[in-house]
């Protein structure tokens, strides 16, 4: 007779993780749900989101006779994501709240509050996404402390894990666990990684988890919900007025309350104005926020970025990009986004520069580029800087262009 494998379920009061922790029960694990806590407000109703999802989670719990428990991680929240959350928007950047969440509070406190507090085996979410194990082989994996020394021995045999997208690519989120540590993959079972979200739905729908399944899907940024932006932000950034400034001809079109509340390609709502206008840039030493008046506007085009210091899943780069120090392979920024082919070009400081086969609208600083071979998700890097945009190039050329027309001229010549 087998061991009993014990996994730690993490339970947010949704149909996936509720499904998740199902799965595990069926297939004969010691499964042990917690619900973690991360951020301690109201919303602008009143309604603490947490609590009713904790009530949830314990309710699908019960009903699979399984243990439950709370934990609390919103000082290392506030402290981990969402401070330095704070400062990225006060540097003009926007951040991605869900991807440095789950690298450091799912990931890193959970994980560890799994494997070494309540001696789990393995931990599980109810992502969508796989790994290159099988489930019992996630059993197998013993902890490899980090090495001490600044370089890794050559000779030393390593097999990484592989980090795969699910079987339903409309729902997969490799894009966002595109930063989580290597030790914490080794011990992770997505339970949902064959399934799609319908096929989730009915499973959930069968065990009478229907209180779970009205709720709609989480919005917003993580652990804090669906909220106006705007004044969410403003409630712990300093208002910065500043104004909104065409990128067409350097007319002042309106104010704003501070560049951070924006986000590159969206829709500037500008008092006064009925055509609609788009931001395309922002200065953070004025205040000043760039705007252009369609939404495909050449200003928010481009197809360079460099990144911060990658984080490759397997933790080195591929042989083919150490090799030649350029790979071709996919991108992408957003989650749900197309996959779009790249060239990648590795710095010696283990950044990035990566050439987007053709412009994509609205890349952003402070944003994630999530590098794809295939269906393996390699990993993913800060978007730190911006290649020229194509109103920038447009511009070049036409300045160029007169240069060169003038100099041909002939001189003027006294009659």
Same mark, same amino acid.
């Given at each position: 007779?087998?061991?009993?494998? =014990?996994?730690?379920?993490?339970?947010? $009061?949704?149909?996936?993780?509720?499904?998740?922790?199902?799965?595990?029960?069926? =297939?004969?694990?010691?499964?042990?749900?917690?619900?973690?806590?991360?951020?301690?407000?109201?919303?602008?109703?009143?309604?603490?989101?947490?609590?009713?999802?904790?009530?949830?989670?314990?309710?699908?719990?019960?009903?699979?006779?399984?243990?439950?428990?709370?934990?609390?991680?919103?000082?290392?929240?506030?402290?981990?994501?969402?401070?330095?959350?704070?400062?990225?928007?006060? =540097?003009?950047?926007?951040?991605?709240?869900?991807?440095?969440?789950?690298?450091?509070?799912?990931?890193?406190?959970?994980?560890?509050?799994?494997?070494?507090?309540?001696?789990?085996?393995?931990?599980?979410?109810?992502?969508?996404?796989?790994?290159?194990?099988?489930?019992?082989?996630?059993?197998?994996?013993?902890?490899?402390?980090?090495?001490?020394?600044?370089?890794?021995?050559?000779?030393?045999?390593?097999?990484?894990?592989?980090?795969?997208?699910?079987?339903?690519?409309?729902?997969?989120?490799?894009?966002?666990?595109?930063?989580?540590?290597?030790?914490?993959? =080794?011990?992770?079972?997505?339970?949902?990684?064959?399934?799609?979200?319908?096929?989730?739905?009915?499973?959930?729908?069968?065990?009478?988890?229907?209180?779970?399944?009205?709720?709609?899907?989480?919005?917003?940024?993580?652990?804090?919900?669906?909220?106006?932006?705007?004044?969410?932000?403003?409630?712990?950034?300093?208002?910065?007025?500043?104004?909104?400034?065409?990128?067409?001809?350097?007319?002042?079109?309106?104010?704003?309350?501070?560049?951070?509340?924006?986000?590159?390609?969206?829709?500037?709502?500008?008092?006064?104005?009925?055509?609609?206008?788009?931001?395309?840039?922002?200065?953070?030493?004025?205040?000043?926020?760039?705007?252009?008046?369609?939404?495909?506007?050449?200003?928010?085009?481009?197809?360079?970025?460099?990144?911060?210091?990658?984080?490759?899943?397997?933790?080195?780069?591929?042989?083919?990009?150490?090799?030649?120090?350029?790979?071709?392979?996919?991108?992408?920024?957003?989650?749900?986004?197309?996959?779009?082919?790249?060239?990648?070009?590795?710095?010696?400081?283990?950044?990035?520069?990566?050439?987007?086969?053709?412009?994509?609208?609205?890349?952003?600083?402070?944003?994630?580029?999530?590098?794809?071979? $295939?269906?393996?998700?390699?990993?993913?890097?800060?978007?730190?800087?911006? $290649?020229?945009?194509?109103?920038?190039?447009?511009?070049?050329?036409?300045?160029?262009?007169?240069?060169?027309?003038?100099?041909?001229?002939?001189?003027?010549?006294?009659?």
């Amino acid at each position: 007779m087998s061991a009993v494998r =014990r996994v730690v379920c993490a339970m947010s $009061g949704g149909v996936d993780s509720s499904v998740a922790a199902l799965l595990l029960k069926r =297939r004969g694990y010691q499964v042990t749900g917690v619900f973690m806590k991360n951020w301690d407000s109201l919303d602008e109703r009143g309604v603490c989101n947490s609590e009713r999802d904790c009530d949830d989670a314990y309710k699908v719990c019960r009903a699979l006779d399984i243990p439950f428990h709370q934990v609390s991680y919103v000082k290392e929240y506030w402290h981990e994501v969402f401070s330095i959350l704070l400062k990225e928007y006060q =540097r003009g950047r926007t951040p991605n709240p869900d991807i440095m969440c789950n690298k450091h509070i799912k990931f890193k406190h959970f994980y560890q509050y799994a494997i070494n507090t309540l001696g789990a085996d393995a931990m599980a979410t109810g992502h969508y996404a796989r790994t290159s194990l099988e489930d019992e082989e996630v059993f197998l994996q013993a902890h490899t402390p980090a090495p001490q020394t600044l370089f890794r021995d050559r000779l030393e045999i390593r097999n990484p894990v592989r980090l795969y997208q699910s079987a339903d690519l409309l729902k997969d989120q490799t894009f966002f666990l595109s930063q989580i540590p290597q030790d914490a993959l =080794r011990r992770t079972i997505f339970p949902l990684d064959g399934l799609t979200k319908d096929f989730v739905k009915k499973i959930a729908a069968e065990a009478g988890f229907h209180h779970v399944l009205k709720k709609k899907e989480s919005m917003g940024i993580c652990f804090i919900g669906e909220r106006h932006f705007e004044e969410f932000i403003l409630e712990y950034l300093e208002p910065r007025p500043g104004h909104f400034v065409s990128i067409e001809d350097g007319k002042i079109m309106g104010e704003h309350k501070g560049w951070f509340t924006f986000t590159l390609g969206q829709r500037a709502r500008i008092a006064g104005q009925r055509d609609p206008w788009f931001v395309v840039d922002k200065d953070i030493t004025t205040g000043e926020v760039f705007v252009g008046p369609t939404t495909n506007h050449p200003a928010l085009l481009r197809d360079t970025i460099q990144t911060d210091r990658f984080h490759w899943i397997a933790e080195e780069p591929p042989a083919e990009l150490i090799r030649t120090q350029m790979m071709d392979c996919q991108f992408r920024f957003q989650h749900q986004m197309p996959l779009t082919p790249c060239t990648v070009t590795l710095n010696l400081d283990g950044t990035l520069w990566i050439t987007i086969k053709w412009p994509i609208r609205a890349l952003t600083p402070g944003q994630f580029a999530v590098l794809y071979k $295939g269906n393996e998700c390699l990993g993913s890097g800060k978007i730190i800087c911006l $290649g020229p945009s194509e109103h920038t190039l447009q511009k070049r050329h036409l300045q160029l262009s007169r240069a060169s027309k003038e100099s041909k001229q002939p001189p003027e010549t006294d009659s």
